[in-house]
């Protein structure tokens, strides 16, 4: 990738100047990790949505254009992640976001169910159970700030924990659990700092370094939480052996049939010989990620919005008076009522999405308009600045959930919080569900109050979008 080249026609896309050779690999030297996003977001200010950043001979397309990303986004061949995703091998392994071809398949053949409906309508009690003990917490705060990142992160890994997993978190697990969530950020950072530094980018390299040596320990830390949740379950099927563990038995209209959740499909699977020991490993370690750290963060965002938007606030209150009452209990049908819940937190993901940008190594030469793409580039889609552009969205930079109440969109790909096309969020649902329960109790037990009104953290993107300083509210009781 660093000596050979060729003739390429996305060479005539501009860009930042590429020097001979080298093309940008002096820029990408020069860039300080942190500030990759912003980076990113000015390159696409100057040279439109469709640039190419040139590090010798690999290009990288970045596109931020509705039609662009309809383009890769819904390609049935090119779902091959890029070679930064790779960087999380030691970690998620052939897990679902990073494997490709015939193995992605069947594991998303296999994961698929469960998320069907029937099995979400059981985590129902779970997720609530959850939310009622975040609010007993934030009541105890007595309208303190509350610092907002790690409050939630607690609140979604439970959350993930006890309805995917199966698993209950109990109180000694706390130290683990925070162990766990740096080791994330942690394993973030790390990323990045290798995105950068390209010598880096060979494993034997870095594996020798002590950045390297480093990112060995967290990888461990960050494993070894998974395999007690693992060890866990395990335990108590063999506990309850004989007796149907199955969470959910619901007719879906053919007939009844037992449905399991995901560890525990997993763990049947295993037992059947479909899978092994690893492979359950690399599915936990990845939905435990995707699972909880996504939804902290659309919570964490949406919350210091909410925060600054009173009238908002007061609007979803009004929509949970009118459909549940006095009603302690919130099911999947009230949950579906909430349509201005629902396009306030579409407006959320819109300025906040979770997942910033996502990466493609193109297998298969495909045309972006008249021009060929071919096998071996990298194409970068920018959620984030595609979600900003003014033609979709008037006053880009605004929050204003109506936006998402009854217009259509101008174009079915200008909005893609959960990517779309053969490679979406498996998880969007479970994070739907989620998010509204979570936002409308909250909303009902407290009135949120900015600790700065109009304050914003300064942001940055990992494998996530990630505010860089605190985000404090208060939660004053209703
Ligand atoms: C606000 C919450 C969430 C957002 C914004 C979000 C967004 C995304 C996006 C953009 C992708 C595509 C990533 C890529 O192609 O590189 C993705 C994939 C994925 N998400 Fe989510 N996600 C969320 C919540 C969840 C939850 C709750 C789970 C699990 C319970 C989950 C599990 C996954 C998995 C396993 C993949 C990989 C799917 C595949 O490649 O087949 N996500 N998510």
Redesign the pocket.
Known sequence: IFFRDDDNPVDKLPGPPRKPWIGNAWELLQMPSDKLLDILVDYTNTYGDRYVFKVFSLRVLHISGPPDVETVLSHSKNIK?SAPYDFLKGWLGTG??LSTGLH?HKR?KILTPTFHFNILKNFAHVIEEKTQDLVKMLKDKNGADVSLMPTISDFTLFT?CET?MGTKLDDDKTSATVDYKNAILNIGMQMLARITRFWLHNDFIFNNSSRGKEFTKTLEVARAFADNVIMDRKAQRIQNKGEDISIADASDGIGTKKRLAMLDLLLEAEEKGEIDMDGIRDEVN??MF??HD??AL?LTFGLMLLADHEDVQERIYEECQTILGDSEHVTMSNLSDMKYLEAVIKEI?RLY???PF?GREITEDFKLGDITVKKGTTVDVH?YELHRRADMFPEPEKFMPERFLGTEMKHPYAYV???AGP??????R??MQE?KTTLSELVRHFKIVPKVKGARPRIMADLVLRPVDPIYVKFIPR
């Open positions: 992640k679902l976001l992605w998303r993930i995917a990845t939905f995707e699972g996504t939804t659309a993901l999405p979770s997942v996502i959620i919080p959960f990517s490679r979406n969020c498996i998880g969007q479970f994070a998010m």
